[in-house]
């Protein structure tokens, strides 16, 4: 790193997307953006790996956070989050999952009793 910009972040960018997968000794955290009104996917702006301690101590890191924004501000509404298939979780706060109600069983006898 260069010693004139030590201590310097770069510019901040807004996320709305976060997909998260591991693997035995990695975590994978991929940031993007969705737009708002799209259909399916997400402009994909960054990706870290870590490992699954650094993971859970960001993790405790941002509800420690979380919870003073919330002593500060008020509650704050807990968004329903889609699943992907894999183990991954795809979040994008402000989408609503589409309803994934369990099929009724069907019935083993045709007529009513």
Same mark, same amino acid.
């Given at each position: 790193?260069?010693?004139?910009?030590?201590?310097?972040?770069?510019?901040?960018?807004?996320?709305?997307?976060?997909?998260?997968? $591991?693997?035995?000794?990695?975590?994978?955290? $991929?940031?993007? /953006?969705?737009?708002?009104?799209?259909?399916?996917?997400?402009?994909?702006?960054?990706?870290?790996?870590?490992?699954?301690? /650094?993971?859970?101590?960001?993790? =405790?890191?941002?509800?420690?956070?979380?919870?003073?924004?919330?002593?500060?501000?008020?509650? *704050?509404?807990?968004?329903?989050?889609?699943?992907? /298939?894999?183990?991954?979780?795809? *979040?994008?706060?402000?989408?609503?999952?589409?309803?994934?109600? =369990?099929?009724?069983? =069907?019935?083993?006898?045709?007529?009513?009793?």
């Amino acid at each position: 790193m260069d010693e004139g910009k030590k201590g310097v972040l770069p510019p901040a960018v807004y996320v709305n997307y976060l997909r998260v997968a $591991s693997q035995p000794g990695e975590v994978f955290l $991929s940031f993007g /953006q969705v737009a708002q009104g799209q259909a399916a996917g997400a402009h994909l702006l960054s990706s870290l790996v870590t490992s699954p301690e /650094q993971a859970k101590s960001m993790w =405790k890191a941002l509800g420690e956070a979380l919870a003073r924004h919330e002593a500060r501000f008020g509650p *704050i509404p807990e968004p329903e989050a889609p699943r992907a /298939q894999g183990g991954a979780a795809e *979040i994008p706060p402000g989408a609503r999952p589409p309803r994934r109600d =369990k099929p009724k069983p =069907k019935s083993r006898d045709s007529k009513a009793g």
